[in-house]
């Protein structure tokens, strides 16, 4: 099976290539029948735990249904808190954005990111920390307020209808030679990402570094860049999830899919977010 470029989809289970129509519908009852034996094979610790079927895409369709719940529900409620008292705002950025992050290690180093305490948490504290970015980029560092938040949010589901459209339509072929492509361009994006956040934190550039968070033509070409990154590496967690679902993993593994799909979405929805601020700044 094709490895995923973001990293939780890399340390799921891993089973026979394959297609199992990402976006169509649960497999049929049938169908769980004949990739019984897979299953038991590749599992079979789930197997003598009693897991009664493997992973559909409606276990898919739902777990992610809960965990962007979670995340918008907690976003809303940092987003009011943070507009009714500022003060909060940086200690949400910090304790989410921090919190978030180690619960990605664990999950993901762990080989824990099927657990849904862990998945649940993380969607919590990225909440926790999304409404109090968005309220920071909407009204301090931008004027774009409310309004701007609606764009990246609509955006943001529009980037992911638009690249789930082309997984189904097979426009763009997730091959091997594009899964490297893409696993070389992300760590090649967050490197550069990085460095420059090293050399403004030393005063290069007047405190910029390169200028990639500036808001200058720089800037928005490196957002753009980031933001056709995140997009495409939607297909390959389509693949990812498909072939899962093909290999006939447990049920409990569509949280796994579910934490790396909303990875893929907090990413996609800041950089939107970003960019347009740099639109917005007076």
Known sequence: MRESSNPVFRSLPKGQGGYAQFGTGAASFGAQQVQAEPYATQYP???????????TIDDVVTK?????????????????MVSM??????????????????LIMIATFGRKQDNPAIVLSYAALEGVFLGAASFLFANLVSTG??????????????????????????????????????????????????????????????????????????????????????????LID????????RAGAPEKAAWGVALGLTVTLVWLYLEILRLLSYFNND
């Open 45 to 55: 610790d789930q197997q003598q735990a009693g897991v009664s079927r493997p992973m």
């Open 64 to 80: 992610t249904g809960i965990t962007l719940a979670v995340v918008t529900a907690l976003g809303v409620l940092s987003y009011f």
């Open 85 to 102: 008292s500022p003060g909060l705002m940086m200690p949400f950025v910090l304790v989410g954005g921090l919190g978030g992050f180690a």
């Open 145 to 234: 307020g409310p309004g701007m938040i609606a764009q990246a949010i609509f955006g943001t589901v529009g980037v992911f209808v638009g690249m789930l459209v082309v997984y189904r339509t097979g426009a763009i072929r997730v091959t091997p030679k594009f899964t490297r492509m893409m696993v070389a361009a992300l760590f090649g994006v967050v490197a550069i990402a990085l460095l420059n956040m090293v050399l403004a934190l030393f005063g290069v550039g007047g405190g910029e570094g390169f200028g990639l968070r500036s808001g200058g033509p720089l800037a928005i070409i490196f957002s753009l860049v980031c933001i056709g990154l995140a997009a495409f590496m939607f």
């Open 238 to 245: 389509f693949d990812s999830a498909d072939q899962m679902i």
